[in-house]
């Protein structure tokens, strides 16, 4: 029996170790930047993969990650887990009930937006395969109707990033764009299961042997698990919630049920991931599902095991080697092209303007993880070859990196301030002297006041006006004195930091050891930092958290990441 | 380049909803008869393995887990990972300071309990190898050290579980009795990294091929890690909190490291789970790690990942074959009477009356997890034989089993009565008819009083003279009516709910919609189930969801897993 020796053991951990942390400090700086983690991630693995590590390093490189002995096998392993465990994150994320309450506008948008790049895909790809990067000896048919597939399917999480970072998220578009999308990677996912059951026949051998077989199987397996299967989860999790032990009767159902469904499809003939997806919406859907245990399963399988995933794409093929600038450029402008005419033009009927409407097409056009999904399994089937392989990501990586600057550009929305943007060590004053409010506030607005070349005096007056009249003890130990200030350019936020605390004659009576001065020039940001605030500290725990903080950064962090 | 293929695919994805589903299963009916979950999943993987499925059915188990083809790498890859995943949560609740913060009692246990059942094991080991399962030609002094550590070591995790079940977990000797494990488990990895270290030279080849070198490797380590790496995570923390997206940041970081860690040790020549250990210890140290990120991974590690290596441990040999009952009743008589005459002799001499002192032996005595890991390593190193690894394992289970029955009947501690185990369905009334505070608390008493053949008249005096003295509601729409009634031989809860909500005078002003009436015989029921209350509903989300509960089962749910 073939097992892990030491070193086997040792070059799983440093590969696994590596993948990550570059994965992560990628991501991060994509986040910086404004752009979707995913890129970041991606990104990083084809920079340790073939196309640059193994080209100047190869000795590192198969150090690393060796091309024989069990270590293929261990990433394939530690990656599929990763996809199939994200797909179970995006199908909890999919709700079935807002996809059909949404009206006309989403309906259009969803079936243009795949209508439209799913014709233009496979008349390209029937009418050109070998150029289109067909496998040798591929069906033309089935190539044709994959490269639809892959160029019509949306990414989710992808999509719902951008909108989430340019404030679009609770629009009214956003609704129709997100119900959009989820009705697009349903169909898509749908579409390429038949792909895959028309292209090699089923795992289960004798069973099921034909593409027939698998397409059946597949239907009664959609068609069950969101209803029958919906069902009965609904009414088995408040079973677990009452007679197991919490949450780990739960977390084991829903991953005990991931995995069976995995294996099902795999079994029908088609991917696992495929399973868990469907799984994952029929999960999801259940209105006894705890908001808190899928948010435990996202942050673990989005920051820990996707990574993975996402990073080890980047190693399969050398990106250099196998990129080819027709047949990319033709891939992404057939791809766009197709899905703003279609997802915009959906729009237009539904009666958005015309900016509106292409914003939708742009956000519907952004690829990431969903068509490098399709394109993996297409390349391990032998369908497409290496540099269609290569033109799907780049394209995937392309169309993602032009949304957001586009759609802000069209849409030009405000983002909403938070106080974590506007608080700046400057006017961070981690012992105030005084010992009454009044005294207080005048500490704070002469901070204020030379930040912004002001008179004290004027900032000061507003301000203990506006205190007298309303005072701004909230409770726990803080206060939040605000006023607005006409000809204020920028926002203020001033903090200081009393040991014994003062009086700002809170409900609970407690002196505030943290008092946060807003200041604005006008009323839209003084809502949203005032917002934030009354969100980020509305538990105990944050405002301890804030209270507690020694210096600038822990301040920061507790605005950041709140304790919740 | 070797790759999984579909069929492939399908059995891994078998076999691992397989194990998680039975193992949860098994742990559940444990956790029911009150014994640690872990050993449900252990016993389940002795009989999905070739001890019971393989023999009886061994073409299933053939099909489930195939002992040729790249299934066991798959298997090893998902069980290491799960085991190091392990090792990083029980360090992360490790606290350094906690144990030096112990007094005498717990230096007395810690040392006394490690240095007893490490010299019975080691002077049996040493004298009997062949009797003790020593394989042929193993260095006797390697192998006595091994049996002296593996008797020796303790099972935080587990010991932890069963003082939490006796609700002994808060008091001081629960204290010292953890202080002693965290110590023993410490002092335990590395006794058993040296014993590792001098077996077989280091994974790296040229930079470390001698026992030496390993020693020095994993004493740099150990020291760095706990001192440098500690102070440093601690400032790295609130960075990333404060610059980094929450929590993906903080968790890339925690994974990356352990990850890195798990690299090197195995690189140093000893196993990866001891790198996963320190790091965990170094990073729970910080203040800055928020208990949410922490909790994140424990949940997700233990209910998901920890289930998969436990149960794998039945997969790896046939236990009724090589099951000697002469060797298994030796390994069990020393490191019972080791552990116990240990611990014990060291409470009893840090001032514990006998029975305390015995019931500290029967904690400290629990094995599982800890034993079996080095076990499983000892067996791949080709130091210990099959029979000797099933000893191991049948002592760890038996331990364990033993110990939670026999401190309840030395300590005889009553267990914290909580709201759950007292609500029954007959007392629940879905819809109360009253409108007024009075006559809702009749009904409710109506109830009360068939329930326990009681006249409802005494118990509505009771009640209502109580509520005239001080109102039962709380906020949120909840009320606690609450009385102590001579001569009530169990306390009952009875719950009304009311759609239109009955004004009990709460604090917000809200009318109750769920009435929670609790009467109890004695004032120690009463302070159990009025903190039980009050630490449920201490947020508004999980008075909601107990508001809003349809049904018996739905207000279970809510009482065993609030919302929080």
């Given at each position: 029996m073939p097992h892990l020796n030491p070193h086997d053991v040792m070059t799983m951990f440093a590969a696994l170790a590596t993948l990550l942390g570059c994965a992560k400090l990628a991501a991060e700086l994509m986040h910086k930047i404004g752009q979707p983690s995913i890129l970041g991630e991606i990104s990083v693995g084809i920079f340790l993969g073939p196309t640059v590590l193994g080209h100047y390093r190869p000795h590192l490189y198969e150090a690393l990650f060796p091309t024989?002995?069990?270590?293929?096998?261990v990433l394939d392993t530690v990656t599929t887990l990763g996809v199939v465990f994200f797909l179970l994150t995006a199908g909890l994320e999919i709700d079935l009930r807002s996809i059909f309450r949404q009206g006309k506008s989403a309906l259009l948008v969803s079936v243009f937006g795949v209508a439209f790049p799913f014709v233009a895909g496979f008349a390209a790809a029937g009418t050109f395969p070998n150029y289109m990067g067909a496998e040798a000896g591929a069906d033309t048919l089935i190539f044709a109707l994959f490269v639809g597939t892959a160029l019509s399917i949306s990414a989710l999480p992808v999509i719902a990033k951008i909108l989430m970072d340019l404030n679009l998220l609770r629009t009214e578009m956003g609704t129709v764009i997100i119900s959009s999308a989820m009705f697009d990677d349903l169909v898509g996912w749908i579409l390429f299961s038949f792909v895959l059951g028309m292209m090699h026949p089923a795992a289960g051998g004798s069973l099921a042997t034909s593409t027939k077989h698998t397409i059946v199987l597949v239907l009664l397996f959609v068609g069950l698990t969101l209803t029958l299967g919906r069902w009965l989860i609904d009414k088995i999790l408040p079973v677990l919630q009452a007679h197991t032990t919490w949450p780990g009767g739960v977390l084991g159902?829903?991953?005990?049920?991931?995995?069976?469904?995995?294996?099902?499809?795999?079994?029908?003939?088609?991917?696992?991931?495929?399973g868990a997806f469907i799984l994952g919406i029929a999960i999801g859907e259940s209105g006894h599902l705890r908001k808190r245990t899928s948010e435990s399963i996202h942050q673990i399988v989005t920051n820990v095991f996707a990574p993975f995933f996402f990073a080890s794409i980047g190693l399969r093929i050398n990106f250099a080697a196998n990129f080819h600038l027709g047949l990319t450029a033709t891939v992404i402008g057939v791809a766009c092209v197709?899905?703003?005419?279609?997802?915009?033009?959906?729009?237009?009927?539904?009666?958005?303007?015309?900016?509106?409407?292409?914003?939708?097409?742009?956000?519907?056009?952004a690829r990431g993880a969903m068509e490098i999904i399709l394109g993996i399994l297409a390349l391990q089937a032998g369908l497409i070859r290496d540099h269609m392989f290569v033109a799907l990501v780049v394209m995937a990586l392309f169309t993602s990196l032009l949304s957001a600057p586009a759609i802000h550009f069209l849409i030009r929305r405000r983002r909403t301030l938070t106080l974590k943007d506007v608080v700046a060590s400057k006017l961070f004053l981690p012992s105030v002297a005084a010992t009454t409010r009044l005294g207080a506030l005048r500490e704070l607005c002469e901070i204020a006041a030379e930040a912004v070349s002001n008179a004290p005096d004027r900032l000061f007056r507003i301000v203990s006006e506006r205190e007298r009249v309303l005072a701004s003890g909230w409770e726990n130990g803080l206060a939040v004195p605000h006023a607005r200030i006409n000809g204020l350019t920028r926002p203020l936020v001033v903090v200081g930091k009393s040991a014994e605390g003062i009086d700002f004659d809170a409900r609970d009576g407690k002196p505030s050891k943290?008092?946060?001065?807003?200041?604005?020039?006008?009323?839209?940001?003084?809502?949203?930092?005032?917002?934030?605030?009354?969100?980020?500290?509305?538990?105990?725990?944050?405002?301890?958290q804030a209270v507690s903080a020694n210096s600038f950064l822990e301040l920061v962090a507790a605005l950041n990441a709140p304790v919740q």
């Open positions: 024989t002995g069990p270590m293929p096998i159902f829903i991953f005990t049920l991931t995995l069976a469904g995995a294996a099902f499809t795999e079994y029908a003939g088609i991917h696992a991931v495929f197709g899905k703003l005419l279609g997802a915009g033009w959906g729009a237009r009927l539904g009666g958005m303007d015309r900016n509106s409407a292409l914003a939708v097409g742009l956000a519907m056009n943290l008092i946060m001065m807003i200041l604005t020039g006008d009323n839209q940001s003084q809502h949203d930092l005032l917002g934030d605030a009354s969100e980020l500290f509305s538990h105990k725990e944050a405002v301890d």
